[in-house]
């Protein structure tokens, strides 16, 4: 069993730096124009003739309420019509991707994200899922994992019962805070009452998974009235919980603008929150798998974590790293082997390409030698805590220490500061270095000083 995280405030003071939350490497900011539906159709024809399995990611942008921490793609309107020419050029896509894979290839993988994917009508859920599965070999018998967003306030019983029987099986259901006055202040107004119905529901139907998302940080949170939330979501007992800094950027997200910058929680009382977080759930048995993500020690990721066959993709921590991702929707991103490519993140011009019956590929990046070794090295270390050099010479055919000598003193001096303990054979992130991996893993990022860390959200 791995160590516990271990606090430790001054090691958190010198390293909770801007940074990548490395879904990817290189990151989305490295995306370039020179992508387009030539590399995609290149690297859908290399994945077929490979007969790689599949995970399916599929953007559904539509809220019918606005939250004002917001950073996601989405399109705000009480007007459920809106989503039917979305539909209509959703399945254009499918069925143009799908004509250059094979049909063996198998989806162990699925994903609805948004926006709220319940957005969506019974009847479009159905027509949709009927698309998916004539173009796609989606699994009938409960194997996949197959999973989707929820908003409690847009689920019922009813939507529950069409999600399990449409395949769904893992549910992610959006909490944010419980306290009142918090809720006011973000415009998400939801009670206790109406996310354990969800829950009751989703156990009832026999869902295998139940992830519950919260946001620390957010303006009139308090330690104390956090606490209350947290207590209270374990009384839930979801499978997986997501902690997630809310990093407060309103000159990139406008719905953000609306919040106001004096209510926020000082970095002081942040840094106390997910302290008291992190005891609360370590003592309710919860294991911290990293960055934000825990989970319950009989969960898939925490076993994945212990035998160390854990990967990291664009849907965050996965057992199912050794599949090609495909994203459909608009903004949705593509890992096809060496590619990643994204759809264009502007709804009309999502639909407009496609009724032209082109893919809305607008950007992407292929990863080149260096890319994939550093990329695996963050992997490892973002994941397993731990890093055995010998494994990444004999995969790249390099020297460590040789290729990322120019690193050495950097790594060193996390050594000294306890953050790692570093030998000639391996690194290993330390307890108290475990809630600042990506503080690690920034160190082997080759374009982090190109760029502009007000992009990114800092570590903690």
């Not at 989806?107 to 698309?131: I, W």
């Not at 009142?180 to 009670?191: D, E, M």
């Not at 949705?332 to 994204?342: E, P």
């Not at 003193?409 to 990506?438: C, N, T």
């Amino acid at each position: 069993m791995l160590d516990a995280i271990r606090w430790d405030s001054d090691l958190i003071r010198r390293y909770d730096l801007a940074g990548p939350r490395y879904t990817s490497y290189p990151t989305a900011v490295q995306f370039h124009s020179q992508v387009g539906t030539f590399d995609l159709f290149h690297a859908l024809r290399d994945s077929r003739k490979a007969l790689r399995p599949l995970s399916l990611y599929v953007h559904v942008p539509f809220c019918a309420n606005i939250c004002y921490y917001c950073a996601c793609n989405k399109v705000i309107t009480k007007d459920r019509g809106r989503a039917l020419p979305y539909l209509q050029r959703l399945e254009q896509e499918i069925q143009l991707i799908a004509c250059h894979l094979d049909p063996a290839q198998k989806v162990e993988q699925l994903h609805f994200g948004g926006g709220t994917p319940t957005f969506l009508s019974h009847d479009e859920l159905r027509q949709l899922m009927a698309h998916l599965r004539k173009h796609f070999n989606l699994l009938d018998d409960d194997s996949g994992d197959y999973g989707i967003e929820i908003d409690p306030r847009e689920a019922d019983w009813s939507t529950m019962g069409l999600l399990r029987e449409l395949g769904f099986n893992r549910v992610s259901i959006g909490l944010q805070d419980l306290d009142p006055a918090v809720q006011r202040a973000v415009n998400r107004l939801q009670s206790l009452e109406e996310t354990r119905a969800v829950i009751d529901a989703a156990r009832t139907l026999q869902f295998r998974s139940i992830n519950i998302d919260l946001i620390y940080g957010l303006p009139k949170q308090t330690s104390e009235n956090f606490a209350r939330t947290v207590e209270e979501v374990i009384s839930l007992q979801p499978d997986r919980l997501s902690v997630f800094n809310y990093a407060h950027l309103p000159e990139r997200f406008m719905p953000q603008r609306r919040i106001n910058g004096n209510e926020l929680p000082e970095p002081a009382q942040k840094l106390e929150m997910l302290e008291r977080t992190i005891e609360q759930l370590t003592a309710a048995g919860y294991r911290y798998i990293g960055m934000d993500h825990f989970a319950l020690p009989d969960d898939e990721l925490a076993i994945a974590q212990e035998e160390q066959t854990l990967q990291r993709n664009f849907q965050g921590y996965t057992t199912h790293g050794h599949c090609d991702l495909i994203g459909l929707g608009v903004s949705a991103i593509s890992q096809i082997g060496d590619l990643y490519c994204q759809n264009s993140s502007d709804l009309n011009e999502y639909q407009n390409t496609l009724a032209a019956a082109q893919l809305a590929t607008s950007r992407g990046l292929v990863c080149n030698a260096d890319d994939r070794l550093r990329r695996a090295v963050i992997q490892q270390l973002i994941c397993n805590f731990s890093l055995e050099f010998a494994e990444i010479e004999q995969q790249f055919n390099i020297d460590f220490q040789g290729y990322f000598g120019a690193l050495w003193p950097q790594l060193q001096g996390m050594a000294s500061d306890g953050l790692i303990a570093l030998d000639r054979e391996r690194i290993a992130v330390l307890p108290a270095g475990r809630l600042l991996v990506r503080s690690v893993c920034m160190v082997f990022d080759a374009y982090l000083e190109q760029q502009n860390r007000q992009r990114f959200s800092r570590v903690i």
